[in-house]
């Protein structure tokens, strides 16, 4: 069975590399993602400049709730803001104390960046498996990457999950489909951090 797959996918591969005119698709109502922002994450060393105002510069860690502390305004959320965001914030925040401040934000050691933009196959599939993010990756490249699907897999009800401005949001995939079928109507192009979850049958 596994070696079929093997064979399968392998066939996929080179089928699919004769069809440079089909598009790569997203679910209909997807965030896609267009420039590389980086959001701030737990563990992160940050650096805090503020303008003619060394005694109020640092280099802080954020810490395991989110946030790091700066003199004067005392602690502040970093976590999941962009390093503007949090450079509006202080600023906002300082301007109780100091004339128009100017405020910078440079992210000095992003650890957390690589495990937040891991993407993650799980379920039914031959070798589970959580990679870094490559732009460029497609729904069909990640399960080529776990070897395919289990002989149990109830492939086209896969669900693809992914963080979006108004929350978590899940995305059927017709993988059976792709793989059987040639079919990439689902065959989504991956942002970091997706999640796609192979169920089992039920019979």
């Known amino acids: 069975m596994r070696l079929f797959w093997v064979v399968l996918l392998s066939a996929l591969v080179i089928g699919c590399g004769t069809t440079g005119n089909q598009k790569i698709v997203q679910p209909e109502d997807a965030v896609v993602l267009t420039g590389n922002v ?17 005694d109020l510069s640092v280099t802080v860690p954020v810490r395991p709730d989110g946030k790091i502390s700066v003199p004067l305004i005392g602690d502040i959320k970093a976590a999941g803001l962009a390093p503007e965001e949090l450079a509006a914030s202080i600023s906002t925040a300082l301007a109780n104390y100091v004339k128009n401040p100017q405020v910078t934000v440079v992210v000095t050691n992003a650890s957390s960046s690589e495990f937040l933009q891991r993407v993650r196959v799980t379920g039914a599939v031959n070798a589970p498996t959580s990679i870094a993010y490559s732009k460029g990756m497609t729904v069909m490249d990640l399960v080529l990457v776990t070897g395919g699907v ?8 896969t669900q693809l999950y992914r963080n979006t401005k108004s929350g978590v949001k899940s995305y059927r995939i017709k993988l059976r489909d792709i793989l059987e079928k040639g079919d990439i109507t689902t065959n989504y192009a991956i942002q970091p951090g997706d999640i796609i979850t192979v169920p089992e049958s039920l019979f």
Not at 40 to 53: H, Q, T, Y
Not at 150 to 157: K, L, P, R, V, W
């Open 38 to 54: 980086y959001k701030i994450g737990e563990g992160d060393a940050l650096n805090v400049s503020v303008w003619r105002n060394p």
């Open 150 to 157: 289990t002989e149990f897999a109830d492939a086209n009800n």
